[in-house]
């Protein structure tokens, strides 16, 4: 299988419980649930994505011919200091659409703990070590247990509640970014304050300015 990829590239984590982590970022092409193209935004079955994920343009982006070759590049972008196991994060778009067993195991031999971030409509490979789901309102949500539940808030329709009764480790409430982001955050302090099973998330990489 040959993978897609939009780009690869070693940052910090951004976002979510892990915000502040060294990773490596493979963010594939593609999503389930936009295009990701402006015009089709408003009959998107998710219009709060702020990623772009379209082709295979960015920084490391390429069509990866197999999970060895894209697993060996990704080891090169993350730096020869002691002390650390590497660490990659699967992103998107919809990483499901592409991320397979044979992947996390060229991933795992390279020496990388592997991590997920998805909208978690598709069930996911066994072997994944950190599961990061953003359930998405009008979505059936397939991936039901994992590490961290990070929900963006306020969605029409999407009451934190009822995820609290699924099986993560943490739940995360992230205000959904664009004009109204001040509301949003002001809303989700409010609500992680009143409902403390709740941890704010804020999206440290565009705080900073960062990749």
């Not at 060229?106 to 953003?134: K, Q, R």
């Not at 306020?154 to 109204?180: I, K, N, R, S």
Request: proline share 7%.
């Amino acid at each position: 299988m040959s993978y897609r990829v939009k780009e690869l590239f070693y940052s910090l984590q951004g976002e979510g419980c892990r915000a502040g982590r060294p990773a490596v970022f493979c963010r594939f092409s593609g999503c389930n649930l936009w295009s990701g193209r402006e015009e089709d935004r408003a009959r998107a079955r998710c219009r709060v994505c702020d990623t772009h994920f379209v082709g295979t343009d960015g920084a490391g982006g390429g069509v990866y011919l197999s999970a060895e070759e894209l697993a060996s590049r990704a080891r090169l972008l993350w730096p020869g200091a002691p002390g650390s196991r590497p660490y990659v994060v699967c992103t998107g778009g919809e990483p499901l659409l592409q991320l397979d067993a044979p992947l996390v195991a060229a991933l795992h031999d390279a020496g990388f703990e592997v991590g997920i971030e998805t909208n978690g409509t598709i069930a996911p490979p066994a072997g994944i070590d950190w599961i990061c789901v953003s359930p998405k309102a009008g979505t059936e949500l397939v991936a039901r247990k994992g590490s961290e539940l990070k929900l963006l808030f306020p969605q029409e329709g999407v009451d934190p509640e009822g995820f609290l009764g699924l099986d993560f480790e943490q739940f995360c409430l992230q205000p959904v970014d664009g004009p109204d982001v001040e509301r949003a955050t002001r809303l989700a302090v409010r609500y992680c304050l009143e409902n403390p099973r709740w941890r704010l998330s804020l999206q440290l990489h565009k705080i900073l300015d960062i990749l």
